[in-house]
């Protein structure tokens, strides 16, 4: 039995990314090309599909969205123009604002400290993502051989760089009304 339909789900998308998700004819070009499918507990055309039938809850507890490299190969692919890289980013941000459950929490708390982590140095940095991640995924000393493998080849620096004008990234986040965390 199917409950929690939102009729009106493909009208919010819509609304919050210019997307007619409603266009989506299932011809599969999004998933065939997705580098990241692999992973994905739902393939880049059935999200578009549950979009369609308003299966809201589905949509927001899934891991999908969360996997997405927002690469756009899957937009470029679409041959109806639809910016699906664009709906699961909407849809990331609809789970964020209804605290939705997440199947694999870990991938939430992943996107936060990757967000914040720009936030703070305005660019991304592997040393300061793993560094709020892992304490607080509770896996603080996993991987831990390998950071020390890496540093030592000068793969990974310790202390990040930081753009000129982090402020200008914070008035991005701002401007968005994304903490980053």
């Keep these: 039995m199917i ?6 789900l493909d009208k919010e998308l ?13 011809c599969r070009k999004c998933s ?6 692999f992973a994905m507990d739902l393939l880049p055309h059935e999200v578009m599909k549950l979009v369609q039938y ?8 899934c891991s999908t969205v969360w996997l997405c490299a ?10 109806n123009d639809i910016d699906v890289a664009g709906v699961m980013d909407g849809l990331r941000q609809m789970a964020l604002e209804k605290g939705a ?11 936060d400290s990757f967000l914040r982590g720009i936030k703070l140095l305005g660019r991304t940095n592997e040393t300061v993502l793993m560094g709020q991640y892992k304490p607080l995924s509770g896996r603080l000393l996993d991987d831990m051989g390998l950071a020390a493998v890496m540093m ?30």
């Design 3 to 8: 409950n929690n339909i939102s009729p009106q």
């Design 14 to 26: 819509e609304r919050r990314t210019g997307q007619k998700v409603r266009d989506c004819y299932q």
């Design 32 to 37: 065939a090309g997705c580098p990241v499918a």
């Design 54 to 61: 308003g299966l809201q809850e589905r949509l927001l507890g």
């Design 70 to 79: 927002s690469c756009e190969t899957c937009s470029t692919r679409c041959p």
């Design 101 to 111: 459950a997440v199947g694999q929490p870990e991938i939430v708390l992943f996107h």
């Design 152 to 181: 030592l080849k000068g793969k990974i620096k310790l202390l990040p760089r930081m753009v000129k004008d982090r402020k200008a990234v914070r008035r991005i986040f701002d401007a968005a009304g994304k903490s980053g965390g």
